[in-house]
């Protein structure tokens, strides 16, 4: 069974460069139909789209958040990241990382989700 | 740029059929699917491309698009059904409702 885990630093100070690494076991990050995503959501609040990257490269990222985002994926070690520049407070959320069906349009395996809080 | 709508919350009694709607300019034309969010837990795919069901999604679990509208429908509710519910539909990019809170009482 595919399984996602988030993995990085909980707290990031405001201007700083928030990063998230998330490993996929169960299955390979290299598979042809699948891509795989970055998703958040503020604390009781709904979900936003960050981006979502091809194991080729190809990534897709959500315009309000497109000029300090940055998506990456590591095949060697079944790894895709996520880098987002000048944080602010509205940054503090829970960020969650997902399996994309980029065909169907929908996110089938979601990691438990980390919480990274922005404050000096 | 693209949205969705849901309304935030829906009531129903156990045993009773519960409704949750999705509205957007032309989503009969758009995959819509729906994801289920219990507090603390990271959200569950039960409904893809309008109407299927994920393996281990209960047959309660069932979905409709058509015109402006997407619908899921959960029948029989039961008390562990309640859990936000969003909708997400793709318009050059994923797009997520804002969310439905459903209460079983």
């Known amino acids: 069974q595919l399984q996602l885990q988030e993995s990085g630093p909980g707290l990031v100070k405001p201007s700083e460069t928030l990063s998230l690494t998330c490993t996929v076991s169960?299955?390979?990050?290299?598979?042809?139909?699948?891509?795989w995503g970055w998703i958040r959501q503020p604390p009781g609040k709904g979900l936003e789209w960050i981006g979502t990257?091809?194991?080729?490269?190809?990534?897709y990222y959500n315009p309000s958040l497109k000029s300090r985002v940055t998506i990456s994926v590591d095949t060697s070690k079944n790894q895709f990241s996520l880098k987002l520049s000048s944080v602010t407070a509205a940054d503090t959320t829970v960020y969650y990382c997902?399996?994309?069906?980029?065909?169907?349009?929908?996110?089938?395996?979601w990691g438990q989700g980390t919480l990274v809080t922005v404050s000096s | 740029s693209y949205e969705v709508t849901q309304p935030p919350s829906v009531s129903v009694s156990p045993g009773q059929t519960a409704s949750i709607t999705c509205s957007g300019d032309k989503l009969g034309t758009k995959y819509v699917c729906w994801y289920q969010q219990k507090p603390g837990q990271s959200p569950e795919l039960v409904i893809f491309?309008?109407?299927k069901r994920p393996s281990g999604i209960p047959e309660r679990f069932s979905g409709s698009n058509s015109g402006n509208t997407a619908t899921l429908t959960i029948s029989g509710t039961q008390a562990l059904d309640e859990a936000d519910y969003y909708c997400?539909?793709?318009?050059?990019?994923?797009?997520f409702g804002g969310g439905t809170k459903l209460t079983v009482l």
């Open positions: 169960g299955g390979s990050i290299s598979s042809s139909s699948s891509y």
């Open positions: 997902a399996r994309y069906h980029f065909g169907g349009a929908y996110f089938d395996s």
């Open positions: 990257i091809y194991y080729g490269g190809s990534t």
């Open positions: 491309q309008d109407s």
């Open positions: 997400q539909a793709w318009d050059s990019s994923p797009v």
